[in-house]
Every structure is written in structure tokens, then in C-alpha cells.
């Protein structure tokens, strides 16, 4: 009897179509994982009715001959999609009781190629974070957490932390992500998973919790690059629902990773190299370096100049568009109502109950940065800064294919740290949020363990567009990498 819960993405499909297994025993055999696994909290809802119906009519499908490019394949959807008639939180308290009348485009795509929905994973509060510990529903624990020991538990990183913890736990065969400044691959690094955020307007945002209009885009999450590459075909494409969606033919994404990286030019950008760097993430750098030139591409220094700028312009930039974005929530719409005596305390208490701290200070900052006395000298600033970083990344991509850096700074970290720090939480997101400014595909892809056993991950960048070239890179690290641990909170 074959391990269902080993089966990559694309292994599974096959096995599917090749009538191996049912989309109901592969489905059972997910929600009978996540029943056993509920203390790593990856799910904010399971959807066990629903993934059965739904696996029963994409094994019709696959009878009859016509399966879909998900056909069959049980997922999970982070909580920050709207899913008709099925809660949605954004892991906050302020959504409770939020049953959206209607369903976001990414979602839909992906269940009418036939993917199954296994529940909504948990995230950072309104994808605010790089933990997941702000979650009005709780942290998610990292399943690369050793059992039995005295320290608190790993991160799985975030926002989509409930995504790459199902995904690392074999709790789905792959998640949807959002990302707007890093939040599928820093928590793919973290969790020693793959995840790529494609190019700004690449998939729609419609239907999906906005934070930051201009930088949000989802992305794809999972084991292996292929699987990532299977699952954004099935999500990408126009939409007329959203301005930002381009109208842009999807490549064969899948096929894209068949290709060769030899003549590539990949650029080392000289600024990701920090003063007092992590060393195994320095080394890990390095020997992604060496495989790439192995696997016959071409390494090429490469400068971005602004890069240090990135950090303050995204927490400017951000939290400005999520104060606006989240003036919604107000106690009148959906979700939350705390009555007070007048409209304005009921404003008040419900704002004031319903969001985190986390939110909260996003809010402040971001009203703080758009008020009259502060706009030109902050969000203005922050404006132009954006240009000269997408201008630093337009020149690089004038002599390179791709830019290869780390994905994180650091490994998996334990809860409670950076907790009293936000500048130190801001700092996960150093090598992600340029690329995010940007507007480009980006992938990271595990290559390996630091000395602690804990997975670090690679970052790849690419032109507008070209996520099949970084799709090709990622390929080239992952064969090269030969990642496949199992992480300590499976074992046994
Ligand atoms: N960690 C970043 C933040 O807190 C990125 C979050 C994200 O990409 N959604 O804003």
C-alpha cells in the first residue's frame, strides 16, 4: 500500500489519473493527519464534510476520463481567501462570524481544476507578521519542532504559517499563500518547504483580505518546485474583478522546470551581504553558488543599491495601505460589533476588541505616515524610494537572468522571541521585501539544514513575468539540494 502522505503534488496527480488511489482514500488519509496533528493549530477550520463531497465528484471526473489540472489533490486555503459560505477570519477576531457571501477568484480556479478544500490554515492577524503568532486563533507550531523537549516550540514563520506547517507536517499536499512582503517564502524557508510569489498581477486579488493593495499577491506553496509550478498554472490569470490582474496568457508553468539553467546569468547583488551575517545562511548561499555554476550558469556581482532603503520603505508603504484598507471594520459591515453608547464608541470598542496589537500599531503608523503634516516626509519619501528600488532591479536584469539570495536571515525561530521587538520581526523580512517593492517573482526552495537541523531556504528573483525562468532555477537548486527530511515532529 502506497504512503499517500509521501506522494509529492504531482506524483499523486499521476497516481490519480493512473487509477492507483481514489481522491476519497488520498483525502481520508489528509483529514485523518490533520485529526492527529491538531496541537500544531496549522488549520483555523477543517472542512472534512466538504473535502469528502468534493473528492467524491473529482473521482467522477477522473472515471470519466477528464480530470482537471488539480484534479483530486486535497489542499488547504489560507484563511485570508473569502470562501463562499465557509468562515473566514484573517485570523482575527474582528471577521468573527464572517461567512463570505461569495468566493475570491484564486479559490474558485483552483476548485473548479478540481482541487480539494481541506480547511482554511492559520496566519498572522490580517497576514501581519512573520510568526504567525499574532493569530487571534493562536501561534502555529513548527512541525520541525523536536518532541519531548523543554524549549517552546518553533515558528513556522508568516503570515502563511498555517500553510507551510500543513504542507511540512503532511497535513495537505500544497496551500495557497499570500505575500506581500515575504510571507510565503519566509515561511517556506522556515518550514523546509517550496513557495513562490509570482509577478505583481499575476493572480487576482479579488476575494482575498487586502492589507496592502498595491504589494498583496498570492502564491503557491508546497513540497516540491513542481508541485508550486502545477498549482499556480491552476490559480493564475485575468481577472476582470481586479484592475491590477494582468491580462497576460499563463505560461506551462510545470514545463518551465524541465528547463536547462546552462548560459543563465544569475546575479549576486553585493548589498544582501550583511555585516554580521548568519553564518549557515552565509554557507548556504554559497553552496547554492557552487550548484548553480555546476549545473552551468554563470554567477554575475551584481548591485542594487537601495536595497537597504527597502525595510523602512515597505513598513511605510504597507502599514499606510492597511490603515485605509482596514477602515472597513468598522462593527457596521460584518463581522465583530462591540455596541457602545453612541456610532462612535461602537466604532471604538469594536476596533478597539477586534484588532491585535500587531494591527493596531500598523494602523497608527500607517494614519501617522498619511496625515496632513507627515505625508510629504514620510509616505511621499517612501514613494520614491519604491521607484529607485524597482530601478536597482531593472538595471540588474539588464546584464541577469536571475538573483539568487537567501530567503531569511536566519532559521526557524522559537515563540516568544522578537516578540517585545518589532524592529527585530521587521528584520526577517530584509532579503523578501525588495523584491515585494518590486512588484517580481520570487521563489524560496529548501537546500538544506544549519548545524541546529533546522532547514534554511534560497531565494531566487526574477524579471517581470519570468516565472518560468525562476521556476528553472529553483528546479536546478532543488535537484542539486536532494532536500528531503522529514521533519522531527513526524518521526516516530
Ligand atoms: N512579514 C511582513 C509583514 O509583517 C510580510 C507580511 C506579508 O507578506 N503578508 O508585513
Avoid at 258 to 274: A, C, D, F, N, T
Amino acid at each position: 500500500m502506497t504512503d499517500l502522505l509521501a506522494l509529492s503534488l504531482v506524483e499523486a496527480r499521476d497516481g490519480l489519473r493512473a487509477k492507483q488511489f481514489s481522491a476519497v482514500e488520498l483525502t481520508q488519509a489528509y483529514l485523518d493527519a490533520m485529526a492527529r496533528h491538531r496541537n500544531w493549530n496549522a488549520y483555523i477550520t477543517e472542512t472534512p464534510d466538504k473535502a469528502l463531497a468534493m473528492a467524491e465528484a473529482a473521482d467522477v471526473r477522473l472515471a470519466a476520463g477528464n480530470p482537471g489540472p488539480m484534479e483530486g489533490l486535497p489542499i488547504g486555503m489560507k484563511d485570508l481567501f473569502c470562501t463562499e459560505g465557509v468562515r473566514t477570519t484573517a485570523a482575527s477576531h474582528i471577521l468573527e462570524g464572517f461567512h463570505p457571501p461569495y468566493e475570491s477568484t484564486v479559490s474558485k480556479r483552483l476548485w473548479e481544476a478540481g482541487a480539494v478544500c481541506l480547511g482554511k490554515t492559520n496566519l498572522d492577524e490580517f497576514a501581519m507578521g512573520s510568526s504567525n503568532i499574532t493569530s487571534y486563533h493562536g501561534a502555529v507550531t513548527n512541525p520541525w519542532t523536536k518532541p519531548g523537549g523543554n524549549e517552546k516550540p518553533l515558528v513556522p514563520g508568516g503570515s502563511s504559517g498555517g500553510s507551510a506547517a500543513a504542507i511540512a507536517g503532511r497535513l495537505c499536499i500544497a496551500a495557497t499563500g499570500t505575500d506581500t512582503g515575504g510571507s510565503i517564502r519566509q515561511p517556506a524557508a522556515f518550514s523546509g518547504i517550496c513557495g513562490i510569489k509570482p509577478t505583481y498581477g499575476r493572480c487576482s486579488r479579488f476575494g482575498i483580505v487586502a492589507f496592502a493593495s498595491s504589494l498583496d499577491q498570492a502564491g503557491a506553496m508546497a513540497r516540491k518546485v513542481g508541485d508550486c509550478a502545477v498549482m499556480l498554472g491552476a490559480m493564475a490569470g485575468f481577472d476582470p474583478h481586479d484592475s491590477t490582474s494582468a491580462d497576460r496568457p499563463v505560461p506551462d508553468f510545470e514545463a518551465a522546470c524541465q528547463r536547462s539553467v546552462k548560459g543563465l546569468k544569475i546575479g549576486i547583488p553585493k548589498e544582501y551581504r550583511l555585516d554580521g551575517m548568519n553564518a549557515a545562511v552565509e554557507a548556504a548561499w554559497q553552496q547554492g553558488i557552487a550548484w548553480l555554476e555546476a549545473a552551468g550558469a554563470e554567477m554575475v556581482d551584481v548591485s542594487l543599491p537601495h536595497t537597504r532603503y527597502a525595510l523602512p520603505t515597505y513598513y511605510i508603504i504597507a502599514p499606510a495601505e492597511a490603515s485605509s484598507n482596514l477602515a472597513r471594520y468598522d462593527g457596521m459591515r460584518y463581522g465583530l460589533r462591540v455596541p457602545g453608547k453612541n456610532l462612535v464608541e461602537t466604532y471604538e470598542r469594536t476596533r478597539g476588541q477586534g484588532f491585535g496589537a500587531e494591527v493596531q500599531r500598523r494602523i497608527l503608523i500607517g494614519t501617522y505616515v498619511l496625515s496632513a503634516g507627515y505625508y510629504d516626509a514620510y509616505y511621499l519619501k517612501a514613494q520614491k524610494v519604491r521607484r529607485l528600488i524597482a530601478d536597482d532591479f531593472h538595471q540588474a536584469f539588464q546584464k541577469v537572468d536571475l538573483i539568487l539570495t537567501p530567503t531569511a536571515p536566519s532559521a526557524a525561530f522559537r515563540e516568544g522571541e522578537k516578540m517585545d521587538d518589532p524592529v527585530a520581526m521587521y528584520l526577517n523580512d530584509v532579503f523578501t521585501v525588495p523584491s515585494s517593492l518590486a512588484g517580481l517573482p520570487a521563489m524560496s526552495v529548501p537546500t538544506g539544514l544549519d548545524r541546529q537541523g533546522l532547514p534554511l531556504g534560497l531565494q531566487l528573483i526574477g524579471r517581470p513575468w519570468d516565472e518560468e525562468t525562476v521556476l528553472a532555477g529553483s528546479a536546478a537548486l532543488e535537484k542539486a539540494a536532494g532536500f528531503d527530511v522529514t521533519p522531527y515532529g513526524l518521526e516516530g
